[in-house]
């Protein structure tokens, strides 16, 4: 495998670990715990793992303790510094007896099923220390929810002598541990399911859980590649720059970017929502800002967009309701109306509201809320091209302002969407100590006899040394709702705050932002350095512990 200068140099790189783990260590077991809503039903269903105590390690006496097969996953989207948490699990397993082996399964749960794996040695892990990406295994989005699956999966555990295993994903695929774990727990198959919490999109954390994995670094990469693109807006002066920016259903990547360099305008879906915001209030809002800025001279600017925005518009959301509803039900007749007249068929069959809303659509957009549906019949909102849906409608606005002597300056437009870029990028040493400390923190629960346990480490803005930690029963985070009409337990996903420490230091400098061109330029990451350069966390973390 041909290496590049940096993979090579980093490839050295020793992660810093909590003092708690540097040695023998003991569990120690705080409250008895509850999940955050619907009490009663999650313990119903999880008569085997609720209630659970929290788990904060510390040092202990060393114990001899036998070797144990342990099998891991990668569930899920990528999320950097995955085989960090791979190689934490790996040097764990082996300090407590080097005869204990790691299983990989290939490309995801589905791996597990069809019983798809490989032995991962010392020689395979060393050639992805402190790498980007899932492919030492590869993942899947293979949805572990049925007692068949299980099942199956428990037929190649059995075989390989497997006694644990550690599923590295996001909220469902966490929820997924947790019914596994449960089932596993009931049939008493001797079986620990241990989940590390990832997603770049920042929206699985609570009061245990600081921030999920890959967070840090995806925030990086988009923040250098926004602050490049505002050198290049601030040097060319006359386009403003459309920039949509992953994270599905929160805006946490929005708001950290905003947080880092500074644009002109970012909205947040949360605040859009709070307000009931209409479409056509979002696109006057960024026009007026526009307008602003002419008037000062300054026909130039950037606007962050999270990918999630259409969900969170009221209007928007009850609009594509009807249209989903109204697709299922009439697909046949749908499909022999000639292609220049389905705008007009479906306008006449929606309710008045929801009519003018979808009358006020550029023709592109309406056609993606009609046209692409998934194999279940909905709207697929991530095609929307969200960041040209609003720079038509402010270019729109902005001529009949024009028109009425409102506006005097120029308009042009650029489009970005930032996504896959940041999902595989080489982790920050940030992300490269906090997961390697996930993974080893997985191998010690395993060694504590402990299931149906998040693995948490908390006080990251502290000097590694200062970390805590332990384990987080996953019911603690769940709750009931509503999936694909039926009532389901599912860990709650974490939404920005607005009354959050982040949210209120962006909302109190939005307004100069927006008038005063004060772009911050953050640069690559760096991985070699002054301290200060190159650990920073990120500035959401640092807000909300009041650094």
């Not at 342990?70 to 080097?98: E, M, R, T």
């Not at 969200?386 to 005097?408: C, D, I, N, P, R």
Request: hydrophobic share 40%; proline share 4%; net charge negative.
């Amino acid at each position: 495998m041909t290496k590049s200068a940096l993979q090579i140099a980093r490839a050295a790189y020793q992660p810093k670990l909590p003092k708690a783990l540097k040695g023998a260590v003991k569990a120690v077991e705080g409250a008895a715990t509850q999940s955050v809503a619907d009490q009663e039903e999650i313990k119903k269903l999880f008569p085997n793992t609720y209630g659970m105590p929290i788990i904060k390690f510390e040092s202990g006496d060393a114990v001899e303790l036998p070797a144990i097969n342990v099998g891991v996953i990668l569930s899920g989207g990528q999320a950097p510094g995955g085989h960090n948490v791979i190689s934490g699990l790996f040097d764990g397993i082996k300090s407590l007896n080097g005869d204990s082996k790691l299983y990989g399964f290939i490309l995801g749960p589905g791996g597990l099923v069809d019983h798809n794996y490989m032995e991962l040695t010392g020689e395979i892990i060393d050639e992805y220390r402190n790498t980007g990406g899932f492919d030492i295994i590869g993942s899947g989005r293979t949805k572990l929810e049925k007692e068949e699956q299980f099942d199956k999966g428990y037929e190649i555990l059995k075989q390989l002598g497997i006694s644990a295993l550690v599923i590295i994903g996001g909220d469902d695929s966490n929820t997924n541990a947790c019914v596994l774990a449960e089932y596993y727990a009931a049939q008493k198959y001797g079986v620990q399911v241990i989940g590390c919490p990832k997603t770049i999109d920042g929206d699985l954390k609570n009061e245990m859980i600081e921030t999920s994995f890959g967070f840090d670094t995806a925030c990086k990469v988009y923040s250098e590649v926004i602050g490049n693109i505002q050198r290049d807006c601030n040097s060319a002066r006359k386009y403003w720059h459309f920039i949509k920016l992953m994270g599905r259903s929160a805006s946490h990547i929005a708001l950290e970017c905003a947080l880092q360099v500074q644009p002109n305008v970012c909205i947040i879906s949360e605040e859009v929502e709070a307000k009931d915001m209409s479409l056509d209030d979002v696109v006057t809002y960024i026009a007026q800002k526009v307008a602003d800025r002419a008037a000062e001279g300054h026909n130039f600017g950037t606007v962050l967009i999270p990918e999630g925005l259409v969900e969170f518009i009221p209007a928007m959301k009850r609009l594509i309701a009807e249209l989903n509803d109204f697709l299922a039900h009439n697909a046949e007749e749908f499909s022999h109306i000639k292609k220049s007249h389905q705008r007009d068929y479906i306008t006449k069959k929606l309710s008045a509201e929801n009519a003018a809303v979808y009358a006020s659509l550029p023709e592109g957009v309406a056609r993606q809320l009609t046209l692409d549906r998934d194999p279940h019949g909905n709207v697929q909102v991530s095609l929307i091209e969200t960041e040209k849906l609003l720079s038509e409608m402010v270019a729109t606005k902005l001529a009949t302002w024009q028109a009425e002597g409102k506006f005097t300056g120029k308009f042009s437009s650029q489009h970005h969407f930032f996504g896959y870029e940041g999902r595989c990028a080489a982790p920050s040493n940030y992300d490269a100590d906090y997961c390697y400390s996930l993974g080893y923190t997985a191998a010690m629960l395993i060694a504590n006899g402990k299931t149906g346990y998040m693995s948490s480490v908390r006080n990251t803005t502290a000097p590694a040394e200062e970390w805590i930690a332990g384990g987080v029963p996953i019911t603690m985070m769940m709750n009931m709702e509503r999936r694909h009409g039926e009532m389901k337990p599912v860990i709650q996903k974490a939404l920005v705050k607005l009354d959050g420490a982040p949210f209120k230091t962006f909302a109190s400098k939005r307004d100069q932002w927006a008038l005063i061109t004060d772009y911050v330029y953050p640069g690559p990451i760096q991985y070699f350095g002054p301290t200060e350069v190159c650990d920073q966390p990120t500035k959401t973390l640092l807000l909300e512990q009041g650094k």
